[in-house]
Nanobody
Framework: QVQLVESGGGLVQAGGSLRLSCAAS????????MGWFRQAPGKEREFVAA????????HYADSLKGRFTISRNNARNTVYLQVNNLKPEDTAVYYC??????????????????????WGRGTQVTVSS
């Protein structure tokens, strides 16, 4: 059974930092694009970041550049999202997702949730002001 399990969320004050992790099991994702998305209450799921199969390239939502960093460790089948200088508007459930195929990172649809094949159940991040 393929699973993506996120962890590392929590309650943090504005200006704080968190490191989210996504551990994969059931198959290796070392040749796949991995992404992070988030969904705030009453809003649609939005793209946060994506990373290529070997970690050599990344995409970020324009509004989050400089504060969020995505990385991966293929030996551990794990993807990370470092989030710094958190703001109350970052409050959301953060989801990890996988899109099969190493070339999928280079398509124009890397930011579309509908194009991802596997999803975790999410981890809640709450930022207090």
């Amino acid at each position: 059974q393929v699973q993506l399990v996120e962890s590392g969320g929590g309650l943090v004050q504005a200006g704080g930092s968190l490191r989210l992790s996504c551990a994969a099991s059931g198959r290796t994702f070392s040749r796949d694009t991995m992404g992070w998305f988030r969904q705030a209450p009453g809003k649609e799921r939005e793209f946060v970041a994506a990373i290529s199969w070997n970690g050599g390239s990344t995409h970020y939502a324009d509004s989050l550049k400089g504060r969020f960093t995505i990385s991966r460790n293929n030996a551990r089948n794990t993807v990370y999202l470092q989030v710094n200088n958190l703001k109350p508007e970052d409050t959301a459930v953060y989801y990890c997702a996988a899109r099969t195929g190493r070339d999928t990172f280079y398509t124009a649809s890397y930011y579309l949730p509908s194009r991802y094949d596997y999803w975790g159940r999410g981890t809640q991040v709450t930022v207090s002001s």
